[in-house]
């Protein structure tokens, strides 16, 4: 079961302020680019402060700029109640497929995940599996991942892989420009200084603060008078002596109003219910039937724009029937090949003929296999002289695939990214005409294999790797252990260097270190080139450095740039926690990025903050727990430096 996203609930009608601004621009780039900026966004803040707001408005923007991507919106309880639901019903791989399709995925108050280690268990393997599609999360909580009680660290770690970022309640101009929208949208007027007056109370969040707007607005209704400034203090109890007094004055006045607008309301219910045509009730119901199993409705959608259509039901029942097609298809399609069934368009009536030819290239063994992520192209990559070697063989490669260092082994420790100059390979050899490129974890490539065995379709999964002009794994230590999985690597191993097509591979070690690996692998490996990624050298911290917090025609302090790049760091990603502290002091402080602001963050006691405006709320989070430890990092570029946030660099 999901809910639908509120319609009310956007950007346009989202107050935006300096406890929120960070958080909401974070969404917007989410919204823009999604499973391109932050994979996956994690916010966090207390109740009634904006999360399930941002949240839909995330969804509602997507749904606007992509209306053919898959949104799903629902709480975690939500997805709790529909996992137990379908293992109940013996529907867990389907319900697994199901939310593996979505393209993006909102998920509410996930602190809720708390003590529940089944459901933690089948988090991450979701969210492994739509960052590894390029599908993109979004997650709410009232605390950040560290904080929730028996957390996997597994799961902080991933949420903390992405972006954190909190929101914090709103400070006294955003609390003025909050209560100035909801009373034009009440069509409610004060007098001058009243609803400055609410904004000057004491509200813990924008709920409170809607509760005492309403109060007043209730009251003028009411009494069919304007208020002052005096009264509605009165009205709040902002003076204690009149507190109880107006109190319940105000519960008297407010209580006929209640029942005559009860009675007002159920008058407007009976006549709407007479004036709605039986046709439509027809079709809301299809509506919301077939949108919570999660399937597109926008045929059934255009019906209720028309004033009177012919054949309601024939329509229905003609979107029924594809539907009942789809379903037919995807089932058969997850027979083969588990990846492919969660696709987008196994979703959507009007793309019966897309999932028709894509079930049929399933059926031939020409669904290609999980190609290289586009978050990691050639161009970001940071080069110096502890990679150059290593790059320079990847540019040789890309030039001459196949032919001049096959297979190509890119070994060095976690951190110094080899994951992105796998994938970055794999872009550019995607480019050529007629390229399949296979680009993959090698435990996804396991998965794959053990799947294929269990439906007893290996003959087609073999086919489908065969197809691939280049295969490219991560990780390739994992196959230790793995006899059956070596075997089938070992024969695509042959086959690609007869047919001169590229094999590329990541390993923490050479590949003589690796420990077991067949001895025919290990010789098959060492057979091409093995170049190594050293610990990151001065001028390749000074190039990243530089990268992550220069802006157009603005460059970075040159003090700045070579005190962190003379930083002890033995990885891009130690660098990136370094940069964090450093951004983050000078937007609190409201000062320049320099060399001297670094250095007394790094080395000593940070300055005093200079806001004058109160201390800045909303931020980055780095988890106590280490939660960016299995990540490297990179700097995104923002307009504002105070705003910079750290994007994800592997």
Same mark, same amino acid.
């Given at each position: 079961?999901?809910?639908?996203?509120?319609?009310?609930?956007?950007?346009?009608?989202? +107050?935006?302020?300096?406890?929120?601004?960070?958080?909401?621009?974070?969404?917007?780039?989410?919204?823009?680019?999604?499973?391109?900026?932050?994979?996956?966004?994690?916010?966090?803040?207390?109740?009634?402060?904006?999360?399930?707001? &941002?949240?839909?408005?995330?969804?509602?923007?997507?749904?606007?700029?992509?209306?053919?991507?898959?949104?799903?919106?629902?709480? =975690?309880?939500?997805?709790?109640?529909?996992?137990?639901? *379908?293992?109940?019903?013996?529907?867990?791989?389907?319900?697994?497929?199901?939310?593996?399709?979505?393209?993006?995925?909102?998920?509410?108050?996930v602190q809720f995940l708390a003590k529940r280690k089944e459901m933690q268990s089948e988090l991450l393997r979701l969210t492994e599996a739509l960052q590894v599609a390029g599908h993109q999360i979004v997650l709410t909580s009232d605390r950040p991942p560290g904080?929730?009680?028996?957390?996997?660290?597994?799961?902080?770690?991933?949420?903390?892989?992405?972006?954190?970022?909190?929101?914090?309640?709103?400070?006294?101009?955003?609390?003025?420009?909050?209560?100035?929208?909801?009373?034009?949208?009440?069509?409610?007027?004060?007098?001058?200084?009243?609803?400055?007056?609410?904004?000057?109370?004491?509200?813990?969040?924008?709920?409170?603060?809607?509760?005492?707007?309403?109060?007043?607005?209730?009251?003028?209704?009411?009494?069919?008078?304007?208020?002052?400034?005096?009264?509605?203090?009165?009205?709040?109890?902002?003076?204690?002596?009149?507190?109880?007094?107006?109190?319940?004055?105000?519960?008297?006045?407010?209580?006929?109003?209640?029942?005559?607008?009860?009675?007002?309301?159920?008058?407007?219910?009976?006549?709407?219910?007479?004036?709605?045509?039986?046709?439509?009730?027809?079709?809301?119901?299809?509506?919301?039937?077939?949108?919570?199993?999660?399937?597109? $409705?926008?045929?059934?959608?255009?019906?209720?724009?028309?004033?009177?259509?012919?054949? +309601?039901?024939?329509?229905?029942?003609?979107?029924?029937?594809?539907?009942?097609?789809?379903?037919?298809?995807?089932?058969?399609?997850?027979?083969?090949? %588990?990846?492919?069934?969660?696709?987008?368009?196994?979703?959507?009536?009007?793309? &019966?003929?897309?999932?028709?030819?894509?079930?049929?290239?399933?059926?031939?063994?020409?669904? %290609?296999?999980?190609?290289?992520?586009? !978050?990691?192209? =050639?161009?970001?990559?940071?080069?110096?002289?502890?990679?150059?070697?290593?790059?320079?063989?990847?540019?040789?490669?890309?030039?001459?695939?196949?032919?001049?260092?096959?297979?190509?082994?890119?070994?060095?420790?976690?951190?110094?990214?080899?994951?992105?100059?796998?994938?970055?390979?794999?872009?550019?050899? *995607?480019?050529?005409?007629? !390229?399949?490129?296979?680009?993959?974890? $090698?435990?996804?490539?396991?998965?794959? =294999?053990?799947?294929?065995?269990?439906?007893?379709?290996?003959?087609?999964?073999?086919?489908?790797?065969?197809?691939?002009?280049?295969?490219?794994?991560?990780?390739?230590?994992?196959?230790?252990?793995?006899?059956?999985?070596?075997?089938?690597?070992?024969?695509?191993?042959?086959?690609?260097?007869?047919?001169?097509?590229? =094999?590329?591979?990541?390993?923490? !070690?050479?590949?003589?270190?690796?420990?077991?690996?067949?001895?025919?692998?290990?010789?098959?490996?060492?057979?091409?080139?093995?170049?190594?990624?050293?610990?990151?050298?001065?001028?390749?911290?000074?190039?990243?450095?530089?990268?992550?917090?220069?802006?157009?025609?603005?460059? %970075?302090?040159?003090?700045?740039?070579?005190?962190?790049?003379?930083?002890?760091?033995?990885?891009?990603?130690?660098?990136?926690?370094?940069?964090?502290? +450093?951004?983050?002091?000078?937007?609190?402080?409201?000062?320049?990025?320099?060399?001297?602001?670094?250095?007394?963050?790094?080395?000593?006691?940070?300055?005093?903050?200079?806001?004058?405006?109160?201390?800045?709320?909303?931020?980055?989070?780095?988890?106590?727990?280490?939660?960016?430890?299995?990540?490297?990092?990179?700097?995104?570029?923002?307009?504002?430096?105070?705003?910079?946030?750290?994007?994800?660099?592997?």
């Open positions: 079961m999901t809910t639908a996203l509120n319609p009310k609930y956007s950007f346009d009608t989202f +107050v935006v302020g300096s406890a929120n601004r960070l958080a909401v621009t974070a969404g917007r780039t989410v919204a823009e680019n999604p499973g391109a900026a932050y994979n996956p966004l994690f916010v966090y803040s207390g109740s009634g402060l904006g999360k399930t707001h &941002l949240l839909m408005a995330i969804g509602q923007a997507v749904k606007k700029l992509a209306p053919g991507l898959n949104i799903e919106y629902l709480t =975690l309880d939500e997805y709790v109640e529909a996992f137990h639901a *379908a293992i109940a019903a013996g529907q867990g791989d389907a319900f697994r497929r199901r939310f593996q399709g979505v393209d993006v995925l909102l998920v509410d108050d904080e929730i009680a028996d957390l996997d660290e597994r799961l902080i770690s991933r949420f903390s892989g992405g972006l954190v970022v909190d929101i914090g309640p709103p400070d006294y101009e955003t609390r003025v420009a909050i209560l100035r929208r909801k009373a034009e949208e009440r069509a409610a007027r004060f007098a001058p200084g009243v609803l400055e007056t609410v904004a000057g109370a004491a509200f813990d969040n924008v709920r409170e603060l809607m509760g005492a707007l309403n109060r007043l607005v209730a009251y003028q209704a009411v009494n069919e008078t304007q208020i002052n400034a005096e009264t509605a203090r009165q009205l709040l109890g902002l003076k204690a002596e009149a507190a109880v007094a107006v109190g319940a004055a105000v519960s008297r006045a407010a209580a006929p109003a209640a029942d005559e607008f009860g009675q007002f309301l159920a008058d407007v219910t009976v006549g709407l219910g007479k004036a709605v045509e039986a046709w439509r009730a027809r079709v809301a119901e299809a509506i919301l039937r077939w949108e919570g199993e999660g399937y597109r $409705t926008r045929r059934l959608e255009a019906l209720l724009q028309q004033e009177a259509p012919t054949a +309601v039901d024939d329509a229905i029942g003609a979107y029924e029937k594809d539907v009942e097609r789809l379903k037919r298809l995807e089932g058969e399609v997850a027979q083969l090949d %588990p990846q492919a069934s969660g696709q987008s368009l196994f979703r959507d009536p009007e793309r &019966l003929a897309d999932a028709e030819a894509a079930a049929a290239q399933v059926r031939a063994g020409g669904a %290609p296999p999980p190609g290289p992520s586009a !978050a990691f192209p =050639l161009a970001s990559y940071a080069v110096g002289p502890s990679n150059d070697v290593a790059v320079s063989a990847v540019r040789d490669v890309i030039a001459r695939p196949g032919k001049k260092y096959n297979p190509l082994v890119l070994v060095g420790k976690s951190g110094l990214g080899k994951t992105h100059l796998l994938n970055a390979i794999g872009l550019e050899l *995607a480019r050529a005409r007629g !390229a399949v490129v296979a680009c993959l974890s $090698t435990q996804a490539f396991i998965d794959e =294999l053990i799947a294929a065995i269990d439906g007893d379709h290996v003959d087609w999964w073999r086919a489908r790797y065969r197809r691939a002009t280049a295969l490219l794994l991560d990780d390739i230590h994992l196959l230790a252990g793995k006899d059956r999985t070596q075997q089938e690597l070992f024969n695509l191993f042959n086959l690609f260097l007869d047919k001169e097509r590229q =094999l590329v591979f990541t390993a923490p !070690a050479a590949p003589g270190a690796l420990e077991g690996l067949e001895e025919r692998i290990v010789t098959r490996l060492g057979g091409g080139l093995v170049a190594e990624l050293s610990e990151p050298d001065r001028e390749l911290k000074r190039h990243f450095v530089e990268r992550a917090l220069g802006e157009p025609g603005v460059p %970075p302090d040159a003090a700045l740039l070579d005190y962190l790049a003379d930083r002890p760091v033995d990885s891009v990603r130690s660098l990136v926690p370094v940069l964090q502290r +450093v951004v983050s002091a000078a937007a609190a402080q409201d000062v320049p990025l320099t060399a001297g602001l670094a250095r007394d963050v790094l080395e000593g006691q940070p300055r005093e903050a200079r806001r004058s405006g109160g201390p800045r709320t909303s931020g980055i989070v780095v988890s106590s727990l280490g939660g960016v430890k299995s990540r490297e990092k990179m700097v995104w570029d923002w307009p504002d430096v105070a705003d910079r946030l750290i994007e994800e660099y592997r």
